[in-house]
């Protein structure tokens, strides 16, 4: 052990955000893993209608977030061994990928807020296409698949309808919406309104998750610079 005083509590606070770090990227890989077998996203983003399969947007990000909690774990292994064997050449590398994670969330973060609304738009849009299909009277061949459609979002989401039905619509709603009364399906939420709750709750869980790991990762930066410089001033470091 060559280091002491100030620099040593450093190096123990280091390893204890590492730790913290390491807890968190299983954390978010766990999340990831939830999100991505969620029976609600699953039983929308496995349906196909018209040959067209549900938009996959969502699960993009989710891929993202599996690996990312997946190296957040390797690294902050690597800093807590670094920081207990008081290595500046472990410490440098984690510090380097350190930074590295933080503009890859940076970026991720920019990327998310400027396309926040993209997900829940091209599932209200695949939505909207079978909605148009289930309630055409001209007997469209791909009707019953349209209604198939509508069923697992009705279902799912406990939702009728686009909140501005046609009077249409309202005759056959009891077809449609096979779980619900006349009188409970007026006063349903509309599929597009629980589109965009179900999406914006997962994203802000995303978004707070991000937040969190970003504050742990400028801690981590500074002590492992600190921790750097105290062992190379070190007396026994030549």
Not at 97 to 117: H, T
Not at 198 to 227: H, N, P, Q
Request: net charge negative.
């Amino acid at each position: 052990m060559v280091v002491a005083g100030c620099t040593k509590c450093i190096k123990y606070m280091l390893f204890f955000f590492n730790f913290i770090f390491w807890l968190a990227g299983g954390v978010i890989l766990a999340v990831a893993l939830w999100l991505r077998h969620d029976s609600q996203t699953s039983n929308l983003l496995i349906l196909q209608f018209e040959g067209q399969q549900a938009p996959g947007t969502f699960y993009i990000s989710v891929y993202i977030l599996i690996a990312v909690g997946a190296v957040m774990m390797l690294v902050g292994f690597l800093g807590c061994y670094g920081a207990i064997q008081e290595s500046q050449c472990l410490l440098g590398t984690f510090f380097f990928f350190l930074v590295i994670l933080f503009a890859c969330e940076v970026a991720a973060a920019m990327w998310g807020f400027m396309n926040k609304d993209t997900i829940s738009k091209e599932l209200i849009n695949f939505y909207d296409s079978a909605y148009i299909k289930a309630v055409d009277v001209s007997g469209s061949p791909s009707k019953d698949s349209a209604i198939k459609v509508l069923d697992v979002f009705h279902t799912t989401l406990d939702c009728c309808g686009k909140g501005d039905d046609t009077a249409l619509f309202l005759q056959i709603a009891s077809t449609l919406c096979t779980r619900k009364v006349s009188e409970d399906f007026l006063r349903s939420q509309s599929c597009h309104d629980k589109l965009i709750e179900l999406f914006s709750e997962k994203l802000y869980l995303i978004g707070l998750a991000a937040l969190v790991v970003a504050v742990i990762m400028i801690f981590e930066m500074i002590f492992t610079m600190v921790l750097c410089c105290g062992i190379r001033n070190s007396p026994g470091v030549y």
